[in-house]
């Protein structure tokens, strides 16, 4: 038997012939592998040309090589299972094109959480014996192992974990829509029942203790404190408002859509506590392009980054021995809730800028819920006279 007679026996019975390299004017891999539909084997090709060094495109054709290699002895065909070349994508290349996209529509904090997904990605692949290359291996099982990595190895939280599934997904989606994979791998993997919010809201007693400290020990940061008490800005936002932004005339300053969480521009109000403090500390009185709280919280050229609230927080926290479930988000947790139960919930969802009352109720935890003394004089149709007077003799 000769030995091209060889070769067709061997490529019949196994279905598909072993891919090689071609190197010319054009470098490429290419293997044939039998499609039923036409009946007769068919030529698949990777193209090389995209890679200016040679030494590089022999490495990434051997990489390519082994891995389809191994794709077709464990019974892979490109045709039957209609997967396309473009899963043969380095993984680092996919993720480098998913950032891309998210730099062309994302917000700079959004960018700077992705990126971090990312790095921590990349983070696990070093740790992996044998990591993943392709989009291809993009799958349930890597995802499935990443997670219990995070949560079991590193040790985050239910909720952390779930975030990073979210991410996963978000990333899967991103690899669906381009064909780099068929179907979205995090599907098949659920969330892990979080635990209830660390974060508690601060007593009335609490939050005077707060101020008498600061106003001794630190009056630009009580700016900051009663500006998240009073005004319900988030700390990213504070960190973005200038000068400019306030409105002595209207008792209000300017949160733009440029830098709000929900993207849209609001005037929030301001009271005259806060306004009066403003002007004991000379805010009003620097340049209208200087950020409201630069460094040290004082006004400044420069935006200083949001973490300083949080870092300055924890300062005034321990010196005033309160537990970690006290943050400086608390302030405003304990804004709304103490805005809603004087004014109304509505008026503390509109200076929340929050879209449903429901959202501002979750910010009002149990026990600091008010009850009316109003509703305990309700009669209404089913009032009856003789029940209230026993019940009027037992209370007294």
Same mark, same amino acid.
């Given at each position: 038997?000769?030995? %091209?007679?060889?070769?067709?026996?061997?490529?019949?019975?196994?279905?598909?012939?072993?891919?090689? %390299?071609?190197?010319?004017?054009?470098?490429?891999?290419?293997?044939?592998?039998?499609?039923?539909?036409?009946?007769?084997?068919?030529?698949?090709?990777?193209? %090389?040309?995209? +890679?200016?060094?040679?030494?590089?495109?022999?490495?990434?054709?051997?990489?390519?090589?082994?891995?389809?290699?191994?794709?077709?002895?464990?019974?892979?065909?490109?045709?039957?299972?209609?997967?396309?070349?473009?899963?043969?994508?380095?993984?680092?290349?996919?993720?480098?094109?998913?950032?891309?996209?998210?730099?062309?529509?994302?917000?700079?904090?959004?960018?700077?959480?992705?990126?971090?997904?990312?790095?921590?990605?990349?983070?696990?692949?070093?740790?992996?014996?044998?990591?993943?290359?392709?989009?291809?291996?993009?799958?349930?099982?890597?995802?499935?192992?990443?997670?219990?990595?995070?949560?079991?190895?590193?040790?985050?939280?239910?909720?952390?974990?779930?975030?990073?599934?979210?991410?996963?997904?978000?990333?899967?989606?991103?690899?669906?829509?381009?064909?780099?994979?068929?179907?979205?791998?995090?599907?098949?993997?659920?969330?892990?029942?979080?635990?209830?919010?660390?974060?508690?809201?601060?007593?009335?007693?609490?939050?005077?203790?707060?101020?008498? !400290?600061?106003?001794?020990?630190?009056? !630009?940061?009580? %700016?900051?404190?009663?500006?998240?008490?009073?005004?319900?800005?988030?700390?990213?936002?504070?960190?973005?408002?200038?000068?400019?932004? +306030?409105?002595?005339?209207?008792?209000? +300053?300017?949160?733009?859509?440029?830098?709000?969480?929900?993207?849209?521009?609001?005037?929030?109000?301001?009271?005259?506590?806060?306004?009066?403090?403003?002007?004991?500390?000379?805010?009003?009185?620097?340049?209208?392009?200087?950020?409201?709280?630069?460094?040290?919280?004082?006004?400044?050229?420069?935006?200083?980054?949001?973490?300083?609230?949080?870092?300055?927080?924890?300062?005034?926290?321990?010196?005033?021995?309160?537990?970690?479930?006290?943050?400086?988000?608390?302030?405003?947790?304990?804004?709304?809730?103490?805005?809603?139960?004087?004014?109304?919930?509505?008026?503390?969802?509109?200076?929340?800028? !929050?879209?449903?009352?429901?959202?501002?109720?979750?910010?009002?935890?149990? !026990?600091?819920?008010?009850?009316?003394?109003?509703?305990?004089?309700?009669?209404?149709?089913?009032?009856?006279?003789?029940?209230?007077?026993?019940?009027?003799?037992?209370?007294?």
């Amino acid at each position: 038997m000769s030995y %091209l007679t060889k070769r067709n026996t061997a490529t019949e019975t196994l279905g598909f012939t072993y891919p090689r %390299l071609h190197e010319g004017k054009t470098w490429y891999v290419d293997f044939f592998a039998f499609d039923p539909v036409i009946g007769e084997m068919k030529r698949k090709k990777f193209m %090389l040309d995209n +890679i200016k060094k040679k030494s590089e495109k022999r490495r990434r054709a051997a990489e390519i090589i082994e891995a389809i290699t191994r794709q077709l002895r464990s019974g892979w065909n490109p045709w039957v299972n209609a997967q396309e070349s473009r899963g043969f994508t380095l993984i680092s290349d996919v993720l480098s094109r998913y950032m891309e996209y998210i730099g062309r529509k994302s917000r700079k904090k959004t960018k700077h959480s992705y990126q971090s997904r990312i790095n921590v990605l990349n983070q696990y692949l070093d740790s992996c014996v044998t990591p993943i290359k392709y989009a291809y291996q993009f799958d349930g099982i890597f995802v499935n192992e990443y997670l219990d990595w995070l949560y079991l190895d590193r040790g985050v939280s239910e909720r952390t974990r779930n975030n990073y599934r979210g991410w996963c997904f978000s990333f899967a989606e991103f690899m669906v829509s381009r064909k780099y994979i068929d179907n979205n791998p995090v599907d098949g993997i659920p969330a892990l029942d979080e635990k209830k919010k660390h974060r508690k809201d601060l007593t009335p007693k609490m939050l005077q203790q707060m101020r008498r !400290h600061l106003k001794k020990e630190d009056k !630009h940061f009580l %700016l900051a404190c009663y500006m998240e008490y009073f005004t319900f800005i988030r700390p990213t936002e504070l960190s973005y408002l200038k000068v400019g932004d +306030i409105s002595v005339k209207e008792k209000t +300053i300017f949160v733009s859509e440029d830098f709000s969480k929900n993207k849209k521009s609001a005037k929030v109000a301001l009271n005259d506590t806060l306004l009066k403090l403003m002007i004991e500390l000379g805010v009003l009185s620097a340049p209208a392009d200087y950020f409201l709280f630069g460094r040290h919280f004082k006004p400044a050229a420069d935006r200083c980054n949001a973490d300083q609230y949080n870092r300055r927080w924890k300062k005034m926290r321990e010196a005033l021995g309160w537990g970690d479930e006290y943050q400086f988000y608390s302030l405003k947790d304990s804004g709304i809730r103490d805005l809603a139960n004087e004014q109304g919930v509505v008026i503390a969802r509109d200076q929340a800028r !929050h879209s449903d009352v429901s959202t501002t109720n979750r910010y009002i935890q149990e !026990h600091s819920m008010l009850v009316h003394s109003e509703v305990k004089q309700f009669k209404g149709a089913l009032d009856d006279d003789e029940e209230r007077k026993e019940v009027e003799e037992v209370a007294s």
